[in-house]
């Protein structure tokens, strides 16, 4: 029978495409993920392993090796912090790491702000949570280009390129915070079939969106000067548009909520698991509440919605140049201020305000969960893209990922090594994750810290919790 199961999971992963959800490596397929599941498959608040649960707080970001020397300057942040800040922004986003290789750039940042899930009953749910995240991708943006920004453009080792073609690329930046309900249902609870449904209703607001995106001939890298330690970077027939939905400041807490100030949307997430088996039942203790099935069938849709852009301080200038010419200080301003930066250096054609309704990072994801000894799991998930617009390049982008995540879990601890092919990545992203009681601490890509090959990122997670168990009582 456990063959079978083995077989069975990976018919129903195959016949569905190649993401890297926004998720925590390895708890978003525990059966005790409660709040951390949740996102990925809100099913798990059906009948759920806790009687109430609490993120006391969750911080999260996708860095580099060089993360490590800069640890106090919040520079995992940088996706977040770009829409409230212009201190040193260049500086911290050379600390965070893409987790897609080389091309698009993507970087991510998270933090989940307290929040609380609280059974109802045996088979009944609800789970309200509160979190903000921030994205930026640049796509088709040489690997030339990209090491300059990280190596400067002043130290004296850039090489010399000449007429280099170039062509179309964006780059964007967005961010924002959600609130959500959720609210999942046990429907069937026989001994080797258990079947959950859960769903959930978001409410997006504070998002931002800052943006560029043109076509650009060629480029060139040479000297300032004869014997100079500074290079330049000249861009011949460029052309562009850049905008944003709000000026770079701090917002007060009104202006979050205001449709007027930042963008606002609604989404919702849909999912279901079913459970089949009834194998590990054997010798169980009183209070022992761990899974007995054989193997967990799971799908769910997320974050199937939109972002609305309708701001009154918003611009979008567009503009074109036969010849551009940036150095490190022209680098600097461009990445502390943003599209303000760039719109400062360059001549326009055009300036009118910005509006726009973007899609979130709508995905499907299928998985099969195997447990192949008592508290050991085999999960093999996949998402992908759901209705995902190529020709739209502000929508918020999600890369497609297969997944192959050795577990094991009781109900204090959770211990994950996840391997991840991300589609476009030269090699897979060997991740670790570990839940200690009340803490956690997981990383997607352990060997994306290292300094050469492949994708240079890898997410970081460290988060807090608190629960207390749903357990039988003792009948004797």
């Given at each position: 029978m456990?063959?079978?199961?083995l077989?069975?999971?990976l018919?129903?992963?195959?016949?569905?495409?190649?993401a890297?959800?926004?998720?925590?490596?390895?708890?978003?397929?525990?059966?005790?993920?409660?709040?951390?599941?949740?996102?990925?498959?809100?099913?798990?608040?059906?009948?759920?392993?806790h009687?109430?649960q609490?993120?006391?707080?969750?911080?999260?970001?996708?860095?580099?090796?060089?993360?490590?020397r800069?640890?106090?300057?919040?520079s995992?942040?940088y996706?977040l912090?770009?829409?409230?800040?212009?201190?040193?922004?260049?500086g911290?986003?050379?600390?965070m790491?893409s987790?897609?290789?080389k091309d698009?750039?993507?970087?991510?940042?998270?933090?989940?702000?307290?929040s609380a899930?609280?059974?109802?009953?045996?088979?009944?749910?609800?789970?309200?949570?509160f979190?903000?995240?921030?994205?930026?991708?640049?796509?088709?943006?040489?690997?030339?280009?990209?090491?300059?920004y990280?190596?400067?453009?002043?130290t004296g080792g850039?090489?010399?390129?000449s007429?280099?073609?170039?062509?179309?690329?964006?780059?964007?930046?967005?961010?924002?915070?959600?609130?959500?309900?959720?609210?999942?249902?046990?429907?069937?609870?026989?001994?080797?079939?258990?079947?959950?449904?859960?769903?959930?209703?978001?409410?997006?607001?504070g998002?931002r969106?800052?943006?560029?995106?043109?076509?650009a001939?060629?480029?060139s890298?040479?000297?300032?000067?004869?014997?100079?330690?500074?290079?330049?970077?000249?861009?011949n027939?460029?052309?562009?548009?850049?905008?944003?939905?709000?000026?770079?400041?701090?917002?007060?807490?009104?202006?979050?909520?205001?449709?007027?100030?930042?963008?606002a949307?609604?989404a919702?997430?849909?999912?279901?698991?079913?459970?089949?088996?009834?194998?590990?039942?054997?010798?169980?203790?009183?209070y022992?509440?761990?899974?007995e099935y054989?193997?967990?069938?799971?799908?769910?849709?997320?974050?199937?919605?939109?972002i609305?852009?309708?701001?009154?301080?918003?611009?979008?200038?567009?503009?074109?140049?036969?010849?551009?010419?940036?150095?490190?200080?022209?680098?600097?301003?461009?990445?502390?201020r943003?599209p303000?930066?760039f719109?400062?250096?360059l001549p326009?054609?055009?300036?009118?305000?910005f509006?726009?309704?973007?899609?979130?990072?709508?995905?499907?994801h299928?998985?099969?969960?195997?447990?192949?000894?008592?508290?050991?799991?085999?999960?093999?998930s996949?998402?992908?893209?759901y209705?995902?617009?190529a020709?739209?390049?502000?929508?918020?982008?999600?890369?497609n990922?297969?997944?192959?995540?050795?577990?094991?879990e009781?109900?204090?601890s959770?211990f994950?090594?996840p391997?991840?092919?991300?589609?476009?990545?030269?090699?897979?992203?060997?991740?670790a994750?570990g839940?200690?009681?009340?803490?956690?601490?997981?990383?997607?890509?352990?060997?994306?810290?290292?300094?050469?090959?492949?994708?240079?990122?890898?997410m970081?997670?460290?988060?807090?919790?608190?629960?207390?168990?749903?357990?039988k009582?003792d009948?004797?």
């Amino acid at each position: 029978m456990k063959k079978t199961a083995l077989n069975f999971a990976l018919f129903f992963l195959f016949i569905s495409t190649l993401a890297h959800s926004q998720e925590i490596a390895g708890l978003e397929f525990s059966n005790y993920g409660g709040l951390y599941r949740a996102p990925y498959n809100p099913s798990v608040i059906g009948g759920p392993k806790h009687k109430w649960q609490i993120n006391i707080g969750t911080i999260g970001g996708s860095i580099n090796y060089r993360y490590f020397r800069f640890i106090g300057e919040n520079s995992l942040l940088y996706p977040l912090l770009a829409p409230r800040s212009t201190k040193e922004l260049y500086g911290r986003s050379r600390t965070m790491g893409s987790l897609t290789y080389k091309d698009p750039i993507y970087l991510a940042s998270e933090i989940r702000w307290p929040s609380a899930m609280i059974s109802l009953g045996k088979y009944q749910g609800l789970a309200l949570a509160f979190r903000t995240r921030g994205y930026a991708k640049a796509s088709n943006v040489p690997e030339m280009i990209q090491n300059l920004y990280f190596y400067r453009l002043d130290t004296g080792g850039t090489p010399v390129v000449s007429n280099q073609s170039w062509g179309n690329f964006n780059m964007v930046q967005q961010s924002y915070s959600d609130v959500s309900l959720t609210y999942g249902a046990q429907l069937l609870d026989f001994d080797a079939h258990k079947l959950r449904i859960g769903a959930t209703v978001k409410r997006v607001f504070g998002a931002r969106i800052g943006y560029l995106t043109g076509s650009a001939g060629s480029y060139s890298l040479s000297p300032v000067s004869a014997g100079s330690e500074s290079s330049q970077l000249t861009v011949n027939d460029l052309s562009y548009e850049v905008g944003y939905s709000a000026p770079t400041r701090k917002n007060g807490l009104g202006n979050l909520f205001s449709s007027d100030k930042t963008g606002a949307g609604w989404a919702y997430d849909l999912g279901f698991s079913y459970e089949l088996g009834k194998y590990w039942g054997k010798d169980k203790e009183v209070y022992d509440e761990s899974p007995e099935y054989l193997i967990r069938l799971a799908a769910s849709l997320t974050d199937v919605g939109n972002i609305k852009y309708q701001t009154s301080d918003s611009r979008l200038v567009r503009g074109t140049q036969a010849t551009s010419v940036i150095g490190q200080k022209e680098l600097e301003t461009i990445s502390d201020r943003g599209p303000q930066g760039f719109i400062s250096l360059l001549p326009s054609d055009m300036d009118t305000t910005f509006s726009k309704k973007v899609q979130l990072a709508q995905a499907v994801h299928y998985e099969a969960d195997i447990q192949l000894v008592k508290g050991f799991f085999l999960n093999l998930s996949k998402t992908q893209r759901y209705k995902s617009r190529a020709a739209e390049p502000l929508d918020v982008y999600m890369p497609n990922t297969f997944t192959i995540t050795p577990r094991f879990e009781d109900e204090d601890s959770d211990f994950a090594f996840p391997i991840t092919f991300i589609q476009g990545n030269n090699r897979p992203s060997i991740g670790a994750m570990g839940h200690f009681g009340p803490v956690f601490l997981g990383f997607s890509s352990v060997n994306g810290l290292m300094k050469k090959g492949g994708a240079r990122g890898s997410m970081v997670y460290l988060g807090f919790t608190a629960w207390k168990l749903n357990r039988k009582k003792d009948k004797d």
